[in-house]
């Protein structure tokens, strides 16, 4: 997965990250699939493997790469980014070596064989606000990417 | 004899920090905007990864609510994100987020 991850950011041809990060995620779903979480483990691989990736790949090939391909790949702020993100990553490490550990040594139990029927239950019955927000969510950016996209408004 | 492979909630955290680091590294150096909005989902599957974990440590299922939500706005960012840029292009001819420097002073 971090193999995946890291040549999403270091490949010079888009299509090549676009398939990279695939990887990534069908890793990260096997990972849920350890988490006992697979109702997460099928909406990564159908919704984020699926569907985000091929409106990537759709993009990629409608905006030009042949020109891009050539260019310079790295922003010329990319010292400061590194920078920055060494820093972040510093602070990572700080916490990890300075924190107690407060987590349990072992997971509790999950119930696992209605683990779907779980989430639906929460999904609709606890979480229902958020739900609908959701699907409001979703229809507004179904109509501004129609407006982004359209050529005359 | 201990198990030798007893991965813990930690472990999940690590990996999870590394694959933010390396979408945060993509965000900030990257020239690309296709790849920017790649690293910007590795950024958010690192937190579903976080999320699912301690869902997993608590035992409970809102963990797992809360990354279908996050999986939901990745969707829809992904959609809003991608009809920009083809505005972006068809106006500009070009794909490099360091020309978008209308607002520069």
Redesign the interface.
Known sequence: ??IG??M??TRKN?VH??LA?II??LA?AS??L????P??AG??II??AG??MV??LF??M??S?D??IR????????V???I??TA??GL?IAV?MKGT?V???H????IEND?TQ??AT??YGQ?MF?FEI?SL??L???I??????K?RI | MEPLLHITTTHYLVLGAALFLLGVIGVLTRRNVVIVLMSIELILNAVNLNLVAFSRMWGGLHGQIFAIFVITDAAAEAAVGLGILIAFFRNKETVNIDEVNLLKW
């Open positions: 997965m971090l991850g890291i999403v950011i888009p990250s676009a990060l990534a995620l990260q990972i849920y350890m988490l006992y979480a109702f997460v909406v990564q919704l984020y569907g985000i409106l990537f993009v990629i409608l905006v790469i020109r891009s260019e310079r790949q790295f922003n010329s702020q990319w400061v980014g590194m920055a993100a972040l990553g990572f990890y550990s987590f349990p040594e997971a509790l139990s999950t683990n779980q989430v929460m999904l979480y958020p959701a969510l979703l507004v950016a179904i501004g990417a129609v407006v982004m996209a050529k």
